[in-house]
Every structure is written in C-alpha cells, then in structure tokens.
C-alpha cells in the first residue's frame, strides 16, 4: 500500500517488469567476455612495459583498469614519475597511490641515509686531517655510522678508507703513548742505578733515552700524548742530567783532591828522605787538612800520618838537645790525678765517636760542636795517647774535607736558587703556584744557611731582590683582592639597601591576595643569588655586612613564609579533596583533572620552598596514583565481569549455532528465549563486542532464515491449496451454469475435494461453504452466480491495489478511479485497515461465475497475499 501511496503522490507511472530473454543473456554474456579479453590485453600491454617508466607512467593514466595499473605501477622507480602518479591516482585507485607512497618514501630514506653517510665521510675526512686526534671522536663516528645502517657500496668505501687511517693514526698514538711509557720506565730504572754506575755510562744512557724521546716528541701524533706524561718524563730525563753532572764534577774535583794529595805528600816524603828534622808535624798536618779532602782514599792519611811520625821521630833528639831559653820555661803543671784523666780520656772518647758517628750519617753541623768541643778539652791533663791523637786528626781532616764540599756545593745551590728566582720572574703561572715557589725558594735558601754556612751578603742582596721581582705579580694580585673585597664591601652595602626599599614599596602588611607573592618569591630568590654572587668580602667586615642584608631580606622572607604557609594549607585541602574522591564515580577523572588544573594554578601563582614543595607533591602524586590504582583495580574486576559475560554470550551463541538442524517448530521458542538471555547478560569486552554481536546476529539470522523459510514454504503450501479449492469451486459453479453438474460429476467433484487436505486458519470452513453450496445446485446458487459477477470483478481490482499487484491495462481509468476512493477511504480516522488475507478470504468466498482472465488474477492475488 504504501509502494501505491509513493506512486500516486509522485505520478509515478506505472511500468511492468522487464522480461530478460535469451537474446539479451546472451548480449550480456558476450560483453562480459569482450570485458574479459579488454583488461587481460590491457594486463599483457602493462606488463610489457617493465624498462619504460615514461610509458609506464602514461598508462596507468589513462587505464580503467585497476589491475592493469597496478602492475603499471610496479614499475616506477623515478621520483619524478612516482610523484606524477600519486597526484593523479590519489582519489583514483588507493591500491596504486599507497604503492606511490611507499616507494616515494622509501626514496626519502634513502636519500636521507646517503646525506648521513656524506656527513659521516666528511666528518671522517676531517677527523683524519685533524692534528689532534680524539678517541672519543671516532667512537662517535663509529655511533653515527652505525644508526646509518645499510649505506650504499661507493659511500660505504669511501667511508672504510679514511676509518682505515684514523685506525692507523689511533694505532701510531697507543704506540706512541706505549713507547713514552717505556722510556719513563727506563728513566726510572737509570735514576735507580746512576749511583752504582760510572757517571760515563750512565750519561751514555741518558743521551740515547733523551734522543728517543726527542724522537717520540717530533712524531706527528705527539699531540696526542698526555701533557702531564710528557712533563714527568722531561723533568726525570733533567732531574737525572743534573744528577749526573753534579755526579762528573764531584769526580773531576775529587781527581784534582787526590792529586793535589798525592803532589803533597810526593814533595814531603822526597824532602823527609834527605832532612826529616827540618820538616815542622804540626804545620804539615796543617796544610794536609787544608788541602781538599778525598774520602775514599784512606791510604794517603795512612801515608800521611807515616810521614808526621817520621818527620816527629826526627825532630825528639834536637829538640831534645836544644836548650830552652829562660823566658819561654813554662812552670810545670799541676799534678792531675788518674780518675780525672780517666774521666778526661772518656770524655774525649765519647766525643771522638759522636764526631765520627755524625761525620758518618752526613751531618756537619753536629760533627762541627762535637770538634768544638773537643778543642776546649785540656789534652795536657789528660795526655791522649797516639791512636787518640791521630783518630782526631783523621776525623778533623775529614770534617774539614767535607766542611769545604758543603760550602761548595752551597754556593752551587745558591746559584741554582738564584737563577730559579731570576728565571721565575719571566715564566707565566698562576698566582698561588707563583708565591708557593718564591716562598719555597726563601725556605731553601734558609735552609742552606744551617747546612752550608751563611751566604755573602751580595748573594743574599742577588737573591732577594730576584725573589721580590718573582713575587711582584703576586703582591699586585693581593692588592687587587683587596680593592675587589673593599668594592664588593660597597655592593653588599648597596643590594642591602635595594631589597630594604624594595620591601618597604611593596606594602606586604595591606591585602594578601593583593600582593603579587610569586614576584616577591622570585625577587628573594634573586636577592640571594645576587648575594651568593658577591665576591669574597673582609673577615672583619663581613658578619656586619651579612647581619645588615639577612635583616632587611626577612623583611621580604617573613611576609612571604606566612603566606607559603596559607598556601601550604589550599595544597593540603587539594590533597584532601583528592583522597575523598570516589573511584567508582561516573565522572571522577573530570573531576580529578580539574583538580590537578587548581594544583598547577597555586603552584605557578605562589612556588614554595623545594622541600615542601617536593613533600607536597610526592603526597598529591601518591593520592592521584591511589586514586587511579583503585579506578584500575576496578577496571580489572569490571573487564572480569565483562570477560564472564563474554563467555556466557559465547555459550549462547555456540547453543544458537548447533540449533541450526534442531526442528523448526522449536527453533521460535529457542529465538525468544536467547533474546531474552542475551538482553539479561552485561557488556561484554569492547574489543569484543562487535565480533560477539556479528556472531549472535550471524547465528539467530540463520535460525531466522530457517523459520522464514518453514514460514514461507507453508504460505507456498496455504497458497497453493487455496489455489487448488478455488479452481474446484470454479469447476463446480461453472458445470452447475453449464447444467453439467450430474451425479457421476458431482462425485468426482467431491472425491477431487476430500483428496486435498484442509485450509488453516479457519479457512477450510469458508471454501468448503462455497464448494457445498456449487454442489448443492439450486437455481438460488446458479442466480448468485451471474449477481456477483462485477462484485467480484471490483474486488478484485481493489485487492489488486491494496496489494500492489498490476492490474490488465484496460481497467487502469478504473484503476486510477478506484485508487482515489481507497485512499480516500484510508485517511478516514477511527478506520482500521483491513488484512490482506482477511480481504482475499473475502474474495474467495463470494460465488461468481469468472472467465479465466479474472480466475489468473484472483490466483496471483493469493500468490501475492501469501509472500
């Protein structure tokens, strides 16, 4: 009806269903295999074009075939052709524009690798013209090679041959470096053995380690030794060169003491063989200690003090013999008794041996008191015997011999001291390093005084005015501390002030809310960073000057702390209001995140300290996680339920799927049970929820199509058994008109009938009234007959448009008359429609004599009624 309502207001007109033929199957078959042949030409044509983009590219413009393009479009390989296909196809074939697309990317990285790996080369290339080469940096290299991956092989050889000569140069380094290391270790090995050797030898060896490491130092990657390294072993190749020449000129002069020795002691032996007595022991022995020392010569002093017994032997007759004039008698010596020579020969005894012990350990100064105080014993009263005598002449030669090296090797050292001082001045070094060595410098010098004797005064007057030169820099950088800590005295006093003015103009003791904390936060946090910045200040001065600022900055700092306090406070409240918050509440991350808002909100209008400021945090942060922990602890138990619910769903569905041979008659039952089922289970996973929904829908739609079916085969069944009645009735009412409706022909009518099984839905009744009142044949039947005639026919053309079923063309003024009235009738209100089946039952219950034509129409109204 409503397909009749459509036509009616649009004025549709009225067309019958096309009728295909053969003629036009076959039409259609053969277009279909000229279609076929055109894109399987169409396929071979792209396939022929496999070296000729430009062609290529033509064709898949102008194809309408997409399988034909895309094999096309396999080959195109050119930027220019990609990129001209993908404009083109790009809301054409998205199969050819995602292949575009692909391989137009994949020509960006390519060329984004090839422009890495020429970074990388050149940076290679750099690095292998760089003087000073950095293990580091070729690791890099090496890194940013690698994130390159697969470089092409003109790239990737060029880049193997300069990693091959920073390989090379890193190579030349670790030896260099290894070779450096060998000669500190040989330097340190001659150092321990230069004083078992000969000082030739051992120089020897300095100059072939000291030409090695000139050779180390001129190869080109000497850069790339440590500086310090270099340093140690210089100043241990001089350390031992000065040792060694200090070693030479000991021997040279040591040669010359034994030589002057041996001269000595030649011309007082060859003058003691002709005249002994005219020779004096004491001047001798004199000019023997005078003489430079020789300590490892023991023998002189043995022929030494042969020649003074001698020359005393010869010397005790004459002295004897002669006379002593008057005036140069001596009065005799008081007796002295044995305990007090014994004591006396002790004592100088003891002090013969601590003398010889010092002169042993090297110590002058203490061998020099105990010879002092052996010159003030009295040897007269104690009378030493000769061993004495000449242990204490040996011992004073010795002292003396080393008394005039220590003088030597002072004024030596001195010199050195004094050219390190005159040298100190021209060399550039930090301050502190600069006054350390001056000072260090000043200590030797003191230091030499006690072990060498006192310097002239000339020397002295040399050196201090060198060491006051070398130290000038450091006075004038002791002046400039001090004119920096008198400025920085002046910039403390003026930043006290500014933050005094600048917290009286703010008015922190008005409003709160109308002061802007944040800025006096950050104006503290500047304050004290200006004043962590100020330079060192005086001892004396400084507290003062700290005590001044602390006070004037608390005029900032405590407003400020009260106010961090309050804010400390609204922080609390937020955490609070976060623990109190429902996890299981609909709309509880809006809220949450609203909250979060107000926590950035306060933090960027008032920072607080970072300890409160990191405690609060870690407490707000803690009750968020809470907060979604308990929200994702609850998503588990839901996903849970809803995993139950998917399997309870699933089970469902497997019971609707093995229903599919069940018998139809139970399968209607089953479909609402499961529907009700279905609507009582929760939701299940949303990933799984349109896969679940398609299978229960895939599942009950089966079930459906087979009760549709059932429906429908029995509607088939219904129609055509009515189909069969009413021909009967129409055989019975025609042979009742043709007066044929003998007993032989009624009996056949009847057993036709009862052969045929009965009509549902109470129809049986219906038709049979009619077949009983055709086989009855009264004239009352035969009347009715030719009376329903055009009732029946207008019923039927009425059924026809209720039904939407064609009408013969002849009727369609009657149609269209028919149409308006049916319409009419429908807008009536309070008028319930009437049923298709209620109007065909009606249709066939009204006795009419029909022709053919009219009986075809009432059959494909029941067909129609009945679909």
């Not at 809220?591 to 407490?619: F, M, N, Y």
């Amino acid at each position: 009806m409503f397909r009749f309502l459509k036509r009616v207001f649009k004025r549709e007109p009225v067309s019958e269903a096309p009728v295909v033929t053969e003629s036009v199957k076959a039409e259609q078959a053969d277009r279909a295999e000229q279609q076929r042949q055109a894109r399987q030409a169409a396929l071979e044509q792209a396939i022929a074009l496999a070296h000729d983009e430009t062609a290529a590219t033509a064709f898949i413009l102008q194809s309408d075939y997409p399988d034909a393009r895309r094999q096309a479009a396999q080959h195109l390989h050119s930027r220019a052709c990609l990129e001209q296909v993908l404009q083109a196809m790009r809301n054409t074939d998205r199969r050819v524009a995602r292949l575009m697309q692909q391989r137009l990317d994949a020509l960006d990285q390519e060329e984004k690798r090839a422009a890495q790996a020429d970074d990388a080369i050149a940076q290679a290339e750099r690095l292998v013209q760089l003087p000073l080469l950095m293990v580091n940096q070729v690791t890099e290299l090496d890194h940013a090679w690698r994130r390159i991956g697969d470089a092409p092989a003109p790239q990737r050889e060029r880049f193997d041959a300069s990693r091959e000569q920073l390989r090379q140069r890193l190579q030349a380094q670790t030896e260099l470096q290894r070779a450096l290391l060998d000669a500190g270790t040989a330097l340190t090995r001659l150092i321990e053995a230069a004083p078992a050797m000969p000082a030739a030898e051992a120089s020897q060896q300095l100059e072939t380690l000291e030409a090695s490491i000139a050779t180390h130092l001129a190869s080109p990657e000497a850069g790339s030794l440590p500086k310090a390294r270099v340093q140690a072993v210089q100043e241990q190749a001089a350390q031992l060169k000065a040792q060694l020449g200090k070693q030479l000129a000991a021997q040279a002069q040591r040669e010359e003491a034994l030589q002057a020795r041996l001269a000595a002691l030649d011309a007082w032996e060859a003058q003691a063989g002709q005249d002994a007595a005219q020779l004096d022991d004491a001047a001798l022995r004199v000019t023997w200690q005078s003489l430079p020392g020789v300590s490892d010569a023991p023998e002189l002093d043995q022929r030494f003090d042969a020649l003074a017994a001698t020359v005393r032997a010869a010397r005790r007759p004459a002295e004897a013999e002669r006379p002593a004039p008057a005036s140069m008698k001596t009065p005799a010596p008081a007796p002295v008794s044995a305990q007090d020579q014994a004591e006396a020969r002790a004592a100088m005894d003891a002090a013969l041996g601590a003398m010889e012990s010092a002169l042993e350990e090297g110590s002058l100064q203490a061998a020099a008191e105990q010879d002092r105080a052996l010159r003030a014993m009295d040897f007269k009263t104690m009378r030493p015997g000769e061993e004495a005598l000449s242990r204490l002449s040996r011992l004073r030669a010795e002292l003396a011999r080393l008394q005039g090296w220590a003088r030597w090797g002072g004024n030596v050292s001195r010199e050195e001291l004094l050219k390190a001082a005159q040298d100190l001045a021209t060399q550039e070094m930090a301050v502190a390093e600069r006054a350390t060595k001056v000072g260090s410098l000043r200590e030797r010098w003191k230091s030499l005084d006690a072990s060498a004797g006192p310097a002239s005064r000339d020397a002295w007057l040399r050196f201090d005015a060198a060491c006051t030169e070398a130290y000038a820099p450091v006075a004038e950088h002791f002046r400039q501390l001090a004119e920096e800590r008198r400025q920085n005295l002046d910039h403390a006093a003026a930043l006290t002030a500014e933050v005094s003015a600048h917290a009286e103009s703010l008015g922190l003791e008005g409003e709160p809310s109308a002061v802007d904390w944040k800025g006096v936060a950050a104006y503290v946090s500047r304050a004290t960073q200006s004043w962590q910045k100020l330079g060192p200040i005086e001892r004396r001065e400084r507290k003062a000057a700290e005590a001044a600022f602390g006070a004037a900055l608390d005029l900032l700092r405590k407003p400020l702390a009260a106010q961090q306090q309050r804010e400390v406070a609204r922080r609390e409240s937020l955490i609070a209001e976060v623990e109190a918050l429902d996890a299981g509440a609909p709309r509880v991350t809006d809220t949450l995140k609203a909250i979060q808002e107000r926590w950035q909100e306060q933090a960027r209008a008032l920072p607080l300290s970072r300890a409160d400021e990191q405690a609060l945090w870690q407490r707000f942060r803690h009750a968020c996680d809470a907060l979604f922990a308990e929200r994702k602890e609850s998503a588990r138990t839901l996903d849970a339920e809803r995993q139950q619910h998917l399997e309870r769903r699933q089970a469902l569905c497997a019971t609707l799927e093995a229903a599919v041979d069940a018998p139809v008659a139970t399968l209607g039952q089953l479909l609402r049970d499961s529907a009700a089922a279905w609507r009582e289970i929760g939701p299940v996973p949303r990933a799984a929820q349109q896969q679940i929904d398609d299978r229960y829908d895939a599942a009950t739609a089966a079930l459906r199509q087979r009760v549709d079916q059932a429906r429908q085969a029995a509607a088939d069944a219904q129609a055509a058994l009515l189909q069969q009645k009413f021909a009967l009735c129409r055989q019975a009412e025609q042979a009742l008109v043709d007066g044929a409706l003998d007993d032989a022909r009624r009996e056949a009518l009847q057993e036709a009938w009862r052969a045929l099984p009965a009509l549902g839905g109470g129809n049986e009744r219906i038709m049979a009234a009619r077949f009983e009142a055709a086989i009855a044949g009264t004239d009352a039947g035969r009347d009715a007959l030719h009376r329903n005639r055009d009732l029946v026919m207008e019923e039927i053309l009425q059924m026809e448009i209720r039904l939407g079923v064609e009408s013969p063309p002849e009727l369609s003024q009657e149609r269209l008359k028919q149409q308006i009235q049916v319409l009419q009738s429908s807008l009536r209100s309070g008028q319930r429609p009437v049923e298709p089946q209620q109007m065909l039952m009606q249709l066939c219950a009204q006795p009419a004599l029909l022709d053919d034509a009219a009986a075809a129409r009432v059959e494909r109204l029941i067909r129609q009624a009945q679909s």
